[in-house]
């Protein structure tokens, strides 16, 4: 990756990461691109049913990553300002994948001022080929059956079908339905 002359110090990349996507594989790549080291905060509790264990969210980006010494992946719990302010972080990174989104983080950045207003949140843009990728597709289309291995990493992918397979023990009816999903099995 090439080296920008007058890149910034550090910036914080939060998000839960259920699990990790190309996409945010693609913007953790940029920001690296803009600052010299990046957190990767995993929320251990973001008000959302997580589908993998924060323990399991950490070690998938953190192999996704380990080709960039400048990126530290750390669990974190609590406000994303809270876990800013602790790691001298001054710059909060967030995606946009659509419109839809916008609302959402402008209201969460907004807050995020009052809440400290010496920390920026800096919004960025998905690659045009990742920008309808979110987790929780992935997730539903998976428990669906169908193959996710060009939206996410293929480790990912794998463990994805296993946690998924009949022997797992998890009813994807009553997973998907629990959820509110976005796609939802065809009754035969």
Known sequence: MPKRKGRLPLAVYPGTFDP????????IRRTLEIFER???GVALHSGKDTFFPVEDRVAMVRRVTRRWRAVQVKPFDGLVVDFARKQRVGVIIRGLRMLS??????QMALTNRQLDPKIETVFMMPSPESSYISSRL????????ADVSKF????VAKELRRRLS?????????WLGQRGAVFQPHPE
């Not at 990790?20 to 913007?27: A, E, P, Q, R």
């Not at 989104?101 to 402008?106: Q, R």
């Open 20 to 27: 990790v996507t190309n996409g945010h594989i693609d913007l």
């Open 101 to 106: 989104d916008f609302e959402y983080e402008f």
């Open 38 to 40: 990046v957190i990767v």
């Open 166 to 174: 009949p022997d797992s023990g998890i009813d994807v009816e009553k």
């Open 138 to 145: 992935i997730r539903e289309v998976a428990a669906l059956g």
């Open 152 to 155: 996410v990493p293929g480790f």
